[in-house]
């Protein structure tokens, strides 16, 4: 079984639209996750950290559950600009997920 | 402007050798990491260094070395025993870290990366 693990996707979203990724992990030893948004071929940047039962940022919500071991990343309010792979971590044991492929569609 | 810096963005190598990717920081960070990436995957941990001196194998270190001299530097030498080199390697780093499995939880940031291609 894979440390974490993703939907990879597609998700193809017209602009407007909420869309929600989610991450499972087996350690239930990891302690604090991060998403990353990664553009076509350049390296992945920090979008959010979480560290107990959630975070958000404007648009960005990222929540935590612990007993079923996942992390969900929500994207309200799509713009075209979000189309990227948004990749998972789990943050003390250096794992990531495959990521999972969006694209907002005009 | 603070950073971390790749070099060089594309290299192509012959197969049977060595070749060395260079990674810079200075964020004043004393963690430095590894990663491979290959199409549709996600990113692999090959090694990391918690501190200069010292440094711990990842998930997929053999074929790789590491040396970490410098605060600042932690180059990465591919060496002709990796069989698949061809990938997308990344440089991240962070301000420190326990060590895998470890309740340290900081954020780790990326290079731009390197794009080794073995002919």
């Known amino acids: 079984r894979k440390e974490v693990e993703q939907d990879p996707g597609p998700f193809n979203v017209p602009e407007g639209a909420t869309v929600a990724f989610n991450c499972t992990y087996s350690?239930?030893?990891?302690?604090?996750f991060f998403w990353y948004r990664q553009d076509c071929r350049k390296e992945p940047k920090l979008l959010m950290s979480?560290?107990?039962s959630g975070n958000e940022d404007g648009r960005f919500t990222a929540q935590l559950n612990r007993a079923s071991q996942y992390i969900s990343l929500l994207i309200r309010d799509s713009k075209l600009s979000d189309s990227a792979t948004y990749l998972c971590?789990?943050?003390?044991?250096?794992?990531f997920g495959t990521g999972t492929s969006l694209t907002v569609i005009p | 402007d603070g950073g971390i810096t790749q070099s060089p963005k594309y290299l192509f190598r012959k197969e049977g050798q060595n070749v060395t990717l260079s990674c810079e920081q200075n964020l004043n960070h004393d963690a430095m990491y590894w990663y491979r990436q290959d199409p549709g995957q996600g990113l692999r941990l090959i090694y990391y260094?918690?501190?200069?001196?010292?440094?711990q194998k990842g998930d997929i270190a053999e074929g790789y070395s590491v040396s970490r001299e410098k605060k600042e530097s932690f180059p990465l030498t591919v060496t002709s025993a990796q069989k698949n080199p061809t990938a997308f390697y990344l440089c991240?780093?962070?301000?420190?870290?326990?060590?895998?499995?470890?309740?340290?939880?900081?954020?780790?940031?990326f290079g731009p990366g390197t794009r080794l291609t073995v002919l």
């Open positions: 979480v560290y107990s």
């Open positions: 971590m789990t943050g003390n044991q250096f794992y």
């Open positions: 991240a780093s962070s301000i420190w870290t326990s060590g895998r499995g470890s309740s340290s939880y900081n954020e780790q940031f």
């Open positions: 260094s918690q501190i200069v001196n010292d440094f």
């Open positions: 350690n239930s030893a990891s302690q604090s």
